[in-house]
C-alpha cells in the first residue's frame, strides 16, 4: 500500500493493472485485412504488431481510460490505492530527460521507417522490373517453344499428307488390281464349262469310239489347269481383300493422325499468336494444376512415325501383292492358252484320224456292196447250174428205167449200162458239189451281210464323233476367251 504523497515515480513504476475488456474495439479494422493477411489467435500478453506499447502504458496510468477498476470488479477498499489530488502528481508522471529520449527515440524510429519504407520502395521498383523482364523472358520462351512444337506439328502433318496420298495411290492401285483378277477369274468360267461340256458330249460317242483317247485326257488335264488357275486366283483374291482392309486401316490411323495433327496445329498457332493485348485472354483459376497430358515428346513422335512406318510397311506389301497378282495373270493365262491350244491339236489329230477311218470305211463299205452284189450274182448262176443238171439226170434216170423192163436174158450189163449208172452217179456228183458250193456262196453272202452291216454301223459311229468333235466340241470351243480377257484387262 503506498503512502499519500508518494511520488510520481513511484507510481509510475508500478501501474494499476487493467481488465482485458478495456482493450477498444477492432472489428471494424479486421474486416479490412479480412482475407489479406491470415488469422491467428494471439498468446496472452501478446501486443498486435501495429498496436504499441505506449497506448497501454497511458491507459493504464490513466484513471479515466480505465473505467473498468479493481472496485468495479469485487475488489474490497483496502487492497485499492488511495486517490492522489496533488495537480503535480497527476500530470508531471515523466521527466524532461524522458521526454527528450522519447522525442530522439521517435525520431530515429522515423528515420528508420523512412529508410525501411525508401529500400522498401527501390526494391520493389527493381523486382518489378526484374519481374517483368523475367516475365517476358518466360513469355517470349513460351513463344519460342510454341513456335517450335507448330513446326514440329507442320513437319509430321507434311509427312502424313505425303504417306497418305501415296498410300490412298496404292490402295486404289490395289483395288484396280483386285477388279482385274475379278474378272480374270470370272472369265476362268466360260473356259471351264466348254471344257466340261466337250467331256459331256464326247460321253456320247457310241460302240468303239467310246475310247479314252489323248484328246479325252487333254480335256481332263485342261479342267484341272483350270480349276488350279481357278483356285490360285481365288487365294490371291483373299489376300487382295485382306491386304485392302489393313491399307484402310493404316488409312484410318494416318487420317485420325493427321486430323489430331491439324486440330494441335491450330490451337498451338492460335496460341503462339496470343499477346498480352489479344482479345480473348482471361483467367482460369487452377489451370496449371491439370495435367491432362498423355504424351512426352518422344512418345508422341513415336507416335506418328510408328504410323507412318506401318503405312510404308503396308504399303511395300500392298505392293509385291499387286506384283504377284500381275505375274498370277500372266502365268495362269499362258498355262489355259498352252492347254487350250494342246486340246485343241489333239481334236484335230483326232478328228483327221476319224475322219481317215470313216472314209477307209466308206472305201471297204463300198467293195463289200459290191463284192456281196457278185456273190449274189454267183449264188444264182450256181441255183441256175443246178437247176441245168435236172434234165440231164432226168434222162438218164428215164433211160435206165427204160432198160429195166427189157425182156430176160436182155437184161445184159452192157457197156450202155455202165455208162447210164456213172452218167447219174456223175450228175449226183456234180448237183452235190454246186449245193455245196451254193451253201458256202450263201455264207460268203451272210458274212459279207454281216460286214456290211458292221461297216455301216461303225460309219455311223465315225459319223457321230466328228459331228460331235468336229462341230459341237470344236464349235463351242471358238469362244475361249483372248489373252487380254484372262489376265483382266477387258
Same mark, same amino acid.
Given at each position: 500500500?503506498?503512502?499519500?504523497?508518494?511520488?510520481?515515480?513511484?507510481?509510475?513504476?508500478?501501474?494499476?493493472?487493467?481488465?482485458?475488456?478495456?482493450?477498444?474495439?477492432?472489428?471494424?479494422?479486421?474486416?479490412?485485412?479480412?482475407?489479406?493477411?491470415?488469422?491467428?489467435?494471439?498468446?496472452?500478453?501478446?501486443s498486435l504488431p501495429w498496436r504499441s506499447d505506449a497506448y497501454y502504458k497511458t491507459a493504464s496510468m490513466t484513471p479515466t481510460l480505465a473505467p473498468y477498476s479493481k472496485s468495479s470488479q469485487g475488489l474490497t477498499p483496502s487492497k485499492m490505492l488511495p486517490f492522489v489530488s496533488n495537480r503535480t502528481t497527476l500530470f508531471t508522471r515523466y521527466a524532461p530527460d524522458d521526454w527528450y529520449r522519447s522525442n530522439l527515440t521517435n525520431y530515429k524510429e522515423s528515420e528508420t521507417s523512412r529508410h525501411?519504407?525508401?529500400?522498401?520502395?527501390?526494391?520493389?521498383?527493381?523486382?518489378?522490373?526484374? %519481374?517483368?523482364?523475367?516475365?517476358?523472358?518466360?513469355?517470349?520462351?513460351?513463344?519460342?517453344?510454341?513456335?517450335?512444337?507448330?513446326?514440329?506439328?507442320?513437319?509430321? %502433318?507434311?509427312?502424313l499428307r505425303h504417306e497418305l496420298d501415296v498410300m490412298i495411290g496404292e490402295t486404289n492401285a490395289l483395288t484396280d488390281m483386285k477388279k482385274r483378277l475379278e474378272r480374270a477369274l470370272t472369265e476362268t468360267e466360260?473356259?471351264?464349262?466348254?471344257?466340261?461340256?466337250?467331256?459331256?458330249?464326247?460321253?456320247?460317242?457310241?460302240?468303239?469310239?467310246?475310247?479314252?483317247?489323248?484328246?479325252?485326257?487333254?480335256?481332263?488335264?485342261?479342267?484341272?489347269?483350270?480349276?488350279?488357275?481357278?483356285?490360285?486366283?481365288?487365294?490371291y483374291l483373299d489376300k487382295a481383300i485382306a491386304q485392302l482392309a489393313s491399307n484402310r486401316a493404316a488409312q484410318h490411323e494416318l487420317e485420325k493422325d493427321l486430323a489430331d495433327k491439324q486440330a494441335a496445329h491450330r490451337i498451338d498457332d492460335k496460341c503462339h499468336h496470343l499477346r498480352n493485348t489479344s482479345d480473348g485472354i482471361s483467367y482460369y483459376r487452377g489451370v496449371e494444376r491439370v495435367d491432362a497430358t498423355i504424351s512426352v515428346p518422344e512418345s508422341w513422335a513415336k507416335f506418328t512415325d510408328d504410323n507412318i512406318l506401318r503405312s510404308q510397311s503396308e504399303r511395300a506389301a500392298s505392293s509385291k501383292l499387286r506384283g504377284d497378282i500381275e505375274n498370277l495373270l500372266v502365268v495362269t493365262a499362258n498355262e489355259m492358252w498352252n492347254q487350250f491350244n494342246r486340246v485343241n491339236v489333239a481334236f484335230t489329230n483326232r478328228i483327221v484320224e476319224t475322219a481317215d477311218a470313216k472314209n477307209k470305211i466308206q472305201t471297204h463299205l463300198a467293195k463289200t456292196l459290191q463284192e456281196i452284189f457278185q456273190t449274189?450274182?454267183?449264188?444264182?448262176?450256181?441255183?441256175?447250174?443246178?437247176?441245168?443238171?435236172?434234165?440231164?439226170? %432226168?434222162?438218164?434216170?428215164?433211160?435206165?428205167?427204160?432198160?429195166?423192163r427189157r425182156p430176160n436174158v436182155e437184161l445184159c450189163r452192157d457197156s450202155a449200162q455202165i455208162r447210164l449208172v456213172n452218167e447219174v452217179h456223175e450228175i449226183d456228183d456234180t448237183i452235190q458239189s454246186l449245193q455245196q458250193r451254193l451253201r458256202d456262196a450263201e455264207d460268203t453272202l451272210q458274212m459279207l451281210v454281216h460286214t456290211k452291216s458292221t461297216l455301216e454301223h461303225d460309219l455311223a459311229v465315225k459319223a457321230n464323233s466328228l459331228f460331235i468333235d468336229q462341230e459341237k466340241c470344236m464349235g463351242m470351243r471358238k469362244t475361249f476367251p483372248n489373252a487380254l480377257r484372262l489376265v483382266g484387262y477387258v
Open positions: 500500500m503506498e503512502l499519500v504523497g508518494s511520488t510520481l515515480m513511484a507510481t509510475c513504476a508500478h501501474p494499476r493493472s487493467t481488465s482485458a475488456n478495456f482493450l477498444p474495439a477492432i472489428s471494424a479494422m479486421a474486416s479490412s485485412y479480412k482475407n489479406r493477411f491470415p488469422h491467428y489467435a494471439l498468446p496472452q500478453g501478446l525501411s519504407a525508401e529500400r522498401l520502395r527501390v526494391d520493389t521498383s527493381r523486382m518489378i522490373q526484374d %519481374k517483368d523482364q523475367q516475365m517476358k523472358k518466360t513469355q517470349a520462351e513460351s513463344t519460342k517453344n510454341l513456335g517450335e512444337r507448330v513446326n514440329d506439328i507442320e513437319f509430321w %502433318k507434311s509427312e466360260g473356259p471351264l464349262q466348254v471344257a466340261q461340256e466337250c467331256l459331256l458330249h464326247r460321253e456320247k460317242r457310241m460302240g468303239i469310239d467310246l475310247v479314252h483317247d489323248d484328246v479325252e485326257k487333254q480335256l481332263l488335264t485342261e479342267v484341272d489347269v483350270i480349276r488350279s488357275c481357278q483356285e490360285r486366283m481365288q487365294r449274189e450274182m454267183s449264188i444264182e448262176t450256181i441255183r441256175k447250174a443246178i437247176r441245168d443238171k435236172a434234165p440231164p439226170l %432226168k434222162v438218164a434216170h428215164t433211160r435206165l428205167d427204160e432198160r429195166t
